[in-house]
C-alpha cells in the first residue's frame, strides 16, 4: 500500500512539474529572460528533467526553500544574487568568445563595427559598456543610425541628433531578435558577437 501511495504521488508531482513547465514556455518571453528555480533538493532535478530544450537553455541556477514558506519577495531575494553571478559570468564568456574570433571572423569591435552590423541586422549578442553616453544621429525616413549627421541615402536633411547612440544600437538589436549584455568594458568600448561575418566591403 505504501508502495502504491508513493507511485500515485510521483505520477501527481510530474503531472503538476508538466503544466508548471507548459506555464513557463508561454510565459517567458525571448530573449533575455532568465529561469531561476526554487524548491527541495530532490524535486529541483526532476523538475529540471522535465524542461524542453528552449527552457533548460534560459536555466540560470537553483536555491533550496520550503515553497510552503515562500513569498514572492523572499523569491526575488533568493534569485537576485544567482541572476548576479549569471550576468557576470555570462558577460565575462561572452568578451572571451569575441576576443577570441579572428579578424573576419563572427565579431565586431567598435561603434563603426557595430554600426555596420547593426544596418546587417548581423548582431547576435552586443556587449554595451555598462556606463557612459555616445550621442549621435538616425535617419527620420529609413532609422539607420550613424556617427555623424552624413551618409544615409536620404541625405542629410533626413537626421536628426540622438542622445545615446548606444542605446539606440541596443534597441535595434532587440528589435531583429539580437540580445544585449552589460558589461564592464568590452572591446572598442562596444562589441558584437555576430550570426554571420561581414564581408569586406561592409567592415570598410
Not at 161 to 188: F, M
Request: glycine residues 10%; proline residues 7%; charged residues 20%.
Amino acid at each position: 500500500e505504501s508502495h502504491r501511495v508513493n507511485d500515485r504521488i510521483a505520477e501527481l508531482t510530474h503531472h503538476h512539474f508538466h503544466d508548471t513547465a507548459g506555464i513557463l514556455a508561454q510565459a517567458i518571453r525571448p530573449g533575455q529572460e532568465r529561469l531561476v528555480v526554487g524548491g527541495h533538493a530532490d524535486t529541483i532535478p526532476q523538475f529540471l528533467a522535465l524542461l524542453p530544450p528552449d527552457l533548460r537553455d534560459r536555466f540560470a541556477g537553483s536555491f533550496l526553500a520550503d515553497t510552503s514558506t515562500m513569498t514572492p519577495a523572499r523569491v526575488r531575494a533568493l534569485a537576485a544574487p544567482i541572476i548576479r553571478d549569471w550576468v557576470q559570468k555570462s558577460g565575462q564568456q561572452l568578451i572571451t568568445r569575441i576576443r577570441q574570433e579572428p579578424p573576419g571572423g563572427l565579431a565586431a569591435t567598435g561603434l563603426a563595427a557595430c554600426l555596420t552590423a547593426v544596418r546587417r541586422r548581423a548582431v547576435h549578442t552586443l556587449a554595451v559598456p555598462a556606463q557612459g553616453v555616445v550621442p549621435g544621429f538616425a535617419c527620420r525616413r529609413c532609422g539607420a543610425l550613424g556617427m555623424t549627421g552624413t551618409g544615409c541615402a536620404h541625405g542629410d536633411s533626413a537626421a536628426f541628433a540622438v542622445p545615446d547612440l548606444i542605446e539606440e544600437i541596443a534597441a535595434s538589436t532587440l528589435h531583429d531578435g539580437g540580445q544585449v549584455q552589460a558589461v564592464p568594458d568590452p572591446p572598442g568600448g562596444i562589441a558584437a558577437y555576430l550570426r554571420f561575418p561581414l564581408s569586406r566591403s561592409d567592415s570598410t
